[in-house]
């Protein structure tokens, strides 16, 4: 979400729009503002739910959140008197849904919101009678317009706020970071299979961990966290499995382009970046059929031929997500007999659906049909 909120203001920046990113100041160390690549960026503190705080014993964020409340909504209000913003686009709404219906109010801009995908995980929990309900509620059916990263994650907010209405919602696919589309391609592949994120259940690492087997030779590398964590979630490391930390964009795009497989074993995923990371680094990919990964994988195929598509379908398996569909997804690539060398001349038209500036050329459309017809 930080990257492509970042990509969003970098894109509007570099086309003549006033963009200015706006955001929590976590951790504490960082600067309440700076300038990043030319964009301006402000944080602010914006903390939890205080009876949250009551209740896990933190009686210190308690009070810190009866301070900075007021505060940060003063200094925004402040800020956005100096603006004057004409849009609005919120990002994973949660901690300053009270600040933005109020920013809302005052200073009449148009608001868009654009989801990732764990926020409305979230939403799904709460009660309709809540006021964090109605905030959400109130946000959704004001903004002009709201942006989901797939059809699936759209889908599931319609279902979740029915008061929204289908005709203000569209998906906006994410782009790839550049490392990723500017990585050096590679025939030459180790004896590794891949795999990076969050280490969470929702993730399916026990999965892969399971299905994992050592008998073709392979190690297995899994990169985003400590080994503890993984630990922690009771699961056990075996024989031949690294865990190799966190990794920057860049180093996870080397891997990704020299490993023999990548493996998202995700439970649910409502987008699946790092399938469109994994195919832009050329790499072979196993991926889980869930949420927005098979839109991902069309969206990737859109303008290969057919014979094109039957060499993609080769090295890029959808398999469902339990350990024998992703020991089986893992084994027909290694066997496949192919040439590896047909997939890797498919790159270039799969990375060029994913590049931003072509993402974006419809959402600044969008945009300015907000500013001057509605």
Same mark, same amino acid.
């Given at each position: 979400m930080q990257s492509a909120t970042f990509e969003i203001g970098n894109f509007f920046n570099e086309n003549?729009?006033?963009? @200015?990113?706006?955001?929590?100041r976590y951790p504490r160390t960082l600067n309440s503002y700076e300038i990043i690549n030319g964009l $301006?960026?402000?944080r602010y503190t914006f903390l939890a739910n205080p009876f949250h705080y009551v209740r896990s014993g933190r009686i210190d964020l308690f009070f810190a959140w009866l301070f900075f409340k007021p505060v940060t909504l003063i200094r925004l209000i402040i800020d956005f008197n100096r603006i004057k913003p004409t849009i609005v686009n919120l990002h994973f709404p949660d901690h300053q849904l009270l600040e933005c219906y109020l920013l809302m109010l005052l200073f009449r801009f148009k608001l868009i919101i654009s989801l990732h995908g764990n926020e409305v995980e979230r939403m799904r929990t709460l009660s309709k009678r809540s006021i964090k309900y109605y905030l959400y509620n109130k946000l959704f059916t004001s903004a002009v317009n709201i942006t989901g990263c797939s059809k699936y994650l759209i889908n599931k907010l319609i279902y979740i706020y029915p008061d929204i209405g289908s005709e203000r919602c569209? +998906? !906006?696919y994410n782009g790839v970071n550049k490392h990723f589309i500017?990585? +050096?391609i590679t025939k030459l592949k180790n004896n590794v299979i891949f795999a990076a994120g969050r280490f969470e259940p929702i993730k399916g690492f026990d999965l892969l961990i399971d299905a994992f087997n050592s008998q073709h030779g392979l190690q297995l590398f899994i990169a985003g966290g400590e080994k503890r %964590? &993984? &630990?922690?979630? *009771? &699961?056990? /490391?075996? %024989? *031949? /499995?690294? /865990? #190799?930390?966190?990794?920057?964009?860049k180093e996870i795009a080397a891997h990704m382009s020299e490993s023999k497989i @990548?493996? #998202?074993?995700? $439970?649910?995923?409502?987008? *699946? #970046?790092?399938?469109?990371?994994?195919l832009c680094? *050329?790499?072979p990919v196993v991926a889980t059929n869930v949420g927005g990964i098979p839109e991902v994988v069309a969206l990737a195929t859109e303008k290969l031929s057919p014979i094109e598509k039957e060499i993609f379908n080769r090295w890029v398996k959808l398999v469902e997500p339990n350990i024998s569909a992703i020991k089986n997804g893992i084994d027909t690539i290694i066997k496949n007999g192919a040439s590896i060398e047909h997939y890797l001349l498919l790159v270039s038209k799969i990375r060029s659906q994913f590049h931003w500036? !072509? $993402? !974006?050329?419809?959402?600044? @459309?969008? !945009?300015?049909?907000? /500013?001057?017809?509605?």
């Amino acid at each position: 979400m930080q990257s492509a909120t970042f990509e969003i203001g970098n894109f509007f920046n570099e086309n003549n729009w006033n963009a @200015t990113i706006i955001t929590n100041r976590y951790p504490r160390t960082l600067n309440s503002y700076e300038i990043i690549n030319g964009l $301006r960026v402000n944080r602010y503190t914006f903390l939890a739910n205080p009876f949250h705080y009551v209740r896990s014993g933190r009686i210190d964020l308690f009070f810190a959140w009866l301070f900075f409340k007021p505060v940060t909504l003063i200094r925004l209000i402040i800020d956005f008197n100096r603006i004057k913003p004409t849009i609005v686009n919120l990002h994973f709404p949660d901690h300053q849904l009270l600040e933005c219906y109020l920013l809302m109010l005052l200073f009449r801009f148009k608001l868009i919101i654009s989801l990732h995908g764990n926020e409305v995980e979230r939403m799904r929990t709460l009660s309709k009678r809540s006021i964090k309900y109605y905030l959400y509620n109130k946000l959704f059916t004001s903004a002009v317009n709201i942006t989901g990263c797939s059809k699936y994650l759209i889908n599931k907010l319609i279902y979740i706020y029915p008061d929204i209405g289908s005709e203000r919602c569209m +998906h !906006l696919y994410n782009g790839v970071n550049k490392h990723f589309i500017d990585q +050096h391609i590679t025939k030459l592949k180790n004896n590794v299979i891949f795999a990076a994120g969050r280490f969470e259940p929702i993730k399916g690492f026990d999965l892969l961990i399971d299905a994992f087997n050592s008998q073709h030779g392979l190690q297995l590398f899994i990169a985003g966290g400590e080994k503890r %964590e &993984l &630990l922690n979630l *009771g &699961l056990e /490391i075996k %024989e *031949g /499995i690294s /865990i #190799i930390g966190k990794l920057s964009a860049k180093e996870i795009a080397a891997h990704m382009s020299e490993s023999k497989i @990548t493996v #998202i074993p995700s $439970r649910m995923d409502s987008y *699946g #970046i790092a399938v469109a990371e994994a195919l832009c680094c *050329g790499s072979p990919v196993v991926a889980t059929n869930v949420g927005g990964i098979p839109e991902v994988v069309a969206l990737a195929t859109e303008k290969l031929s057919p014979i094109e598509k039957e060499i993609f379908n080769r090295w890029v398996k959808l398999v469902e997500p339990n350990i024998s569909a992703i020991k089986n997804g893992i084994d027909t690539i290694i066997k496949n007999g192919a040439s590896i060398e047909h997939y890797l001349l498919l790159v270039s038209k799969i990375r060029s659906q994913f590049h931003w500036p !072509l $993402r !974006l050329n419809k959402y600044q @459309t969008v !945009l300015e049909s907000k /500013i001057y017809f509605s």
